[in-house]
């Protein structure tokens, strides 16, 4: 029966100590590699994986032709090679396109692994002193600002309702737009946390009232973060 390693990538290049050395021993039983990126993929496992031979694999980009993947990989699946399927940063399946295929492994009713690595979902869910036991990581919000102004007061109103974090993402060139429209929109006394760059050198986990960013001077153009909400 084949087996389908869910493979964590870094989600810094600097950071391959977050990486638990037992992913070798995934990678040197796999026949088959499904991959977000590719090429950063093939550059990761070789930082960990000194030996590997990288041509031994076949190899597959998750997001191209996303029909035509999906049926290589039930064909892989049936003819019994083992598969690792790898995010472009974090945990495959989380935020990420390779839940396409792991839908497959499972309807397949193939042996899924899903291997320990770092999520920056969870790590800034872990460091923000938000509420762990009630959470919901909604995305993107919309572009168009007066829809994103409309959710996040939506998310706003629901997370004071149910006493829950809410936790989103943008794409790093419009943070600080992001951050100028939260600070806009929500209440005085809404928590914001700002977590960027995590597990970098240069990693920043900041929570505090929208009151209080007001006071901070913050730019975080083009920096990976993710934002956590949360209304008392």
Not at 1 to 12: E, G, H, K, Q
Not at 77 to 106: F, H, R
Not at 139 to 149: F, H, Q, T, V, W
């Amino acid at each position: 029966m084949s087996i389908v390693y869910l493979v964590p990538c870094v989600l810094d290049e600097a950071a391959a100590q977050t990486i638990p050395l037992y992913i070798i021993d995934a990678i040197k039983d796999c026949h088959v590699i499904f991959a977000e990126n590719e090429r950063t993929a093939r550059r990761f496992f070789k930082s960990i994986y000194k030996d590997m031979v990288i041509d031994d694999y076949e190899w597959h980009t998750i997001h191209k032709a996303e029909e035509e993947q999906k049926n290589i990989f039930r064909q892989r699946i049936t003819e019994g090679k083992n598969i690792a399927i790898i995010s472009e940063a974090g945990c495959p399946g989380v935020a990420d396109p390779g839940q396409i295929l792991i839908d497959v492994a499972q309807q397949m009713d193939a042996t899924v692994k899903p291997l320990v690595g770092p999520s920056s979902i969870l790590l800034a869910l872990m460091a923000s002193g938000m509420n762990g036991q009630q959470f919901q990581f909604v995305g993107y919000l919309p572009i168009d600002n007066a829809e994103r102004s409309k959710t996040i007061k939506e998310l706003e109103t629901e997370s004071q309702k149910k006493n829950c974090t809410q936790i989103f993402i943008e794409t790093p060139y419009r943070n600080n737009q992001m951050i100028e429209v939260l600070l806009k929109t929500c209440k005085p006394t809404t928590k914001i946390c700002i977590a960027a760059e995590l597990t970098s050198p240069t990693e920043y986990i900041k929570t505090k009232t929208v009151a209080d960013w007001k006071k901070e001077k913050t730019n975080f153009h083009k920096k990976p973060v993710i934002f956590l909400l949360l209304a008392v």
